[in-house]
């Protein structure tokens, strides 16, 4: 709550570079499934990655625990990390992060069921409930029976092991006609739900943009949130779907980390495009504290820039418009326990 009253004074001012409130750590670009919209990672390019050592992702989550207080563990596949009980428990029970998230696609859960009461939130990307549906553009259908049954196994467990769990699916032109029964089944066994439309570098699939149906889908699910419907997303970050206005976007609230260290800054966008707006300035086992690593970005790229053009990725759009909407934030907080400022799948 600090951080996001600090930030929120520093907008007031003028300021751009706003303090972390989420860090996102890639415990490993390594992946078993090859998800047709994935433009990272994917099972067929694992060779090209290796994982960190325990001792240095270790030092990792220290420097990390130095200057920001909430932390998103995401891959890849994180469970396919060696080390993921070890450090997710390093990382509750001795770094004290005020909040610990995973994002995960399930199919390895059902081994690690032991690692639910170490998390705040877990998230699993799912895109629809038929199997022939994920099979066009996730899980293959020999594995979605089984990853639907793990998940209405851990939607029994949120309030024993006192942890949340979401389903982020990602509207492509294929799930599209796929979403209400996925609303339906998240209600059945209280799930909470958030979506993330299909981007093509940075930008929502062209296909979705010219579509009557997903600009329908979009307005519904306003509607549907309005009458209880267990959708995450505040209104403002909803009503984006559909209009897709521009935003300001605040990158330095969410930075991401690699398996090995660097720092990418100012963001992920940015750090794909090269040259002088953005890269990876820094090793984090490099240095010895948070602000170090931060100054050095600071140093190399400058503050965070002030001409987006807005990607509309939820990962950056929804916690830099829910960092300019305080009322929405509480309102949000308080409807499902979720501080949408530290939320960011993708």
Not at 122 to 127: G, H, Q, T
Not at 138 to 155: G, N
Not at 191 to 200: C, G
Not at 268 to 282: A, D, F, Q, S, T
């Amino acid at each position: 709550m600090l951080t996001y009253a600090r930030n929120f004074l520093a907008l007031k001012l003028g300021q751009r570079t706003l303090d972390p409130r989420l860090a996102i750590y890639y415990i490993t670009e390594q992946c078993n499934l090859n998800c047709s919209y994935c433009e990272d990672f994917g099972a067929r390019r694992n060779h090209e990655f290796t994982n960190p050592s325990f001792d240095n992702a270790k030092k990792i989550l220290n420097i990390i625990r130095d200057g920001v207080p909430n932390l998103w563990i995401t891959g890849g596949e994180p469970l396919l990390s060696p080390h993921i009980k070890d450090l997710l428990t390093y990382a509750r029970q001795d770094l004290k992060f005020k909040s610990l998230s995973m994002i995960s696609n399930g199919t390895l859960l059902s081994k690690h069921l032991d690692l639910l009461p170490l998390l705040d939130r877990l998230i699993i990307s799912l895109d629809a409930v038929q199997p022939t549906a994920l099979d066009a553009v996730s899980v293959p259908t020999s594995q979605s029976e089984r990853l639907l049954e793990t998940i209405r196994i851990v939607a029994t467990r949120q309030k024993a092991d006192k942890f949340k769990l979401i389903l982020n699916a990602v509207i492509t032109p294929e799930t599209l006609p796929y979403m209400e029964s996925l609303i339906e089944f998240c209600t059945e066994h209280e799930i909470l739900l958030s979506f993330s439309p299909q981007a093509v570098n940075n930008w929502t699939r062209y296909e979705l943009l010219i579509s009557p149906e997903y600009k329908a889908f979009a307005e519904r699910l306003l509607t549907l949130k309005k009458q209880g419907a267990p959708i995450l997303g505040s209104t403002t970050y909803l009503k984006m779907l559909f209009e897709q206005t521009p935003y300001i976007c605040y990158p330095t609230i969410i930075p991401r980390i690699k398996p090995d260290g660097w720092l990418i800054y100012p963001c992920l966008p940015m750090e794909k495009e090269g040259g002088e707006v953005g890269g990876r300035p820094i090793n984090l086992l490099d240095v010895t504290s948070w602000q170090e690593a931060w100054d050095a970005a600071i140093a190399r790229y400058g503050e965070a820039p002030s001409s987006c053009t807005s990607c509309f990725q939820q990962c950056y759009a929804e916690p830099s418009l829910i960092q300019a909407h305080p009322l929405e934030w509480v309102v949000e907080s308080i409807r499902n326990g979720v501080d949408l400022g530290t939320y960011a799948p993708g």
